[in-house]
C-alpha cells in the first residue's frame, strides 16, 4: 500500500487479495476451483466435462486491446488444463477521445482474435464512459476441460520439477517497445526495437499450444500463466494455491535479448515485469521429462527453473551469485514504473 493505505495501480497485494477471499461464501456444490490466490480461473462441474470461467481487463496499454483481451484470458483457461470456447466482451470508452473509427478498430481486433484461436464472441456490452483517459476493455472468457485433464495447483508435491516455456516478461517487453519507441530510439538499435515489438506474435502472448501438448503428454500437477507482477509474483501465487514451498535457480531463467536490453535503458527488473507469453508447468521428475521432449519436438523453448519444497522450506530462489533468498511479491508490476 501506498501512503495512507492508498493502493498503488496493478493487482492487490496477494495477503490482502487472500483477505478479502476468504469472506466469499461458496453456496453452490458444484463449483470445485473458486476465488483463491494462484488459481488462473474458476471450474464449475458439469458431470462429464468442467466449466472453466475467467474474467480478466486490459488495462496497462491502449493498443490491440481486443487481442490482448483474447489471448491473456484464454492463457488462464489454458492453465487450468482447458480449451477456450466462448468470450464476452466488456468495452469502456474515453468521452474525449472516442470515435466512431476507434471502436469498429477494436471490434475488428476482438473478432479476428476469436477467429485464430476458434473461439466465439457471443456477448457483451459496450460504452462511452466520462472519466476515463483511454480505452479499457473487461474480457470474459468461458471455456471447457475433459475431467482427466483438470489442472488444479494444490495437487503439486515436494519434489516436483518447475518447467517454464519461452521466457520471462514477453507481454512487458513488446507493450514497452510500442509505447515508449520514441524513448527508446538513439538508445537501442531499431532492429532490436521492432523485434521487441513483435515479441507478442513470436514467440507469441498465448500459452494454449504448450499448455495442451503438457495435459496430452503427461500427468501436470500444476500449471500457472505469470502475467502481472511477473515471475516472482507468479511463482509466489504458484506456491499459495499449492500451499507448498518453491526452490527457483535464477540463472536457469530464460531472458530474450530485447527484454534484457529494455529493462537495462528503463532500471527495470525483468523479473516482475507483465510476463503473459511463459507458462509454469509443474510435474513430477518423470512426467516433466516427458513434457519437455515433447516441447522441444514441438519447437518450444522451455526450462527447468526449479523444484516444489515441503510448506516450511518458504518460496525462495538461490540467486546468480548462489545466494538463497526469499520471494516476495512485488507491490505492482515492474511496467507502472513507466505508466
Given amino acids: 500500500m501506498g501512503e495512507k493505505g492508498r493502493l498503488k495501480p496493478g493487482k492487490l497485494a496477494p495477503i490482502f487479495l487472500e483477505k478479502l477471499l476468504r469472506k466469499i461464501p461458496i453456496r453452490d456444490e458444484r463449483v470445485i476451483v473458486g ?12 458431470g462429464k466435462k468442467y466449466l472453466i470461467l475467467k474474467t480478466d481487463p486490459i488495462t496497462f496499454t491502449s493498443k ?37 473509427e476507434l471502436v469498429e478498430e477494436i471490434f475488428c481486433d476482438i473478432i479476428s482474435s476469436c477467429e485464430k484461436l476458434n473461439i466465439t464472441l457471443c456477448g457483451g456490452h459496450t460504452e462511452v464512459t466520462p472519466g476515463l483517459k483511454k480505452p479499457i476493455l473487461v474480457g470474459m472468457m468461458v471455456g471447457e476441460a475433459e475431467r482427466e485433464e483438470l489442472v488444479i495447483n494444490n495437487r503439486a508435491e515436494v519434489g516436483d520439477i518447475i518447467l517454464l516455456t519461452k521466457g520471462i516478461a514477453i507481454e512487458g517487453t513488446s507493450i514497452i517497445a510500442s509505447d515508449f519507441y520514441e524513448e527508446l530510439k538513439g538508445k537501442l538499435e531499431e532492429k532490436l526495437i521492432r523485434r521487441a515489438m513483435k515479441l507478442r506474435e513470436e514467440p507469441g502472448l498465448s500459452v494454449i499450444k504448450e499448455a495442451r501438448i503438457a495435459v496430452k503428454t503427461a500427468h501436470v500437477h500444476a500449471m500457472h500463466d505469470p502475467t502481472e507482477g511477473g515471475l516472482i509474483t507468479g511463482i509466489y501465487e504458484l506456491a499459495k494455491a499449492a500451499d507448498k514451498g518453491t526452490l527457483i535457480y535464477q540463472r536457469e531463467i530464460p531472458i530474450l535479448p530485447e527484454t534484457e536490453a529494455i529493462c537495462k535503458i528503463f532500471n527495470i527488473n525483468p523479473l516482475g515485469l507483465i510476463a503473459s507469453g511463459a507458462l509454469l508447468i509443474v510435474a513430477s521428475p518423470p512426467e516433466a521429462k516427458k513434457i519437455r521432449k515433447e516441447l522441444i519436438k514441438n519447437g518450444i523453448l522451455v526450462c527447468k527453473i526449479g523444484e516444489i519444497k515441503e510448506r516450511e522450506f518458504g518460496v525462495k530462489m538461490e540467486n546468480e551469485k548462489g545466494e538463497v533468498i526469499e520471494i516476495l511479491p512485488l507491490p505492482s508490476d515492474e511496467l507502472t514504473k513507466l505508466l
Avoid at 36 to 44: L, M, P, S, Y
Avoid at 70 to 92: H, Y
Fill in 35 to 46: 476465488p483463491k490466490v494462484g488459481e488462473d480461473a474458476a471450474v464449475v462441474n458439469l
Fill in 64 to 100: 490491440r486491446i481486443g487481442w490482448y483481451a483474447i489471448n491473456v484470458n484464454a492463457n488462464d483457461i489454458a492453465a487450468m488444463g482447458g480449451v477456450p470456447r466462448f468470450f464476452l466482451a466488456t468495452l469502456l470508452l474515453p468521452e474525449e477521445e472516442t470515435t466512431e
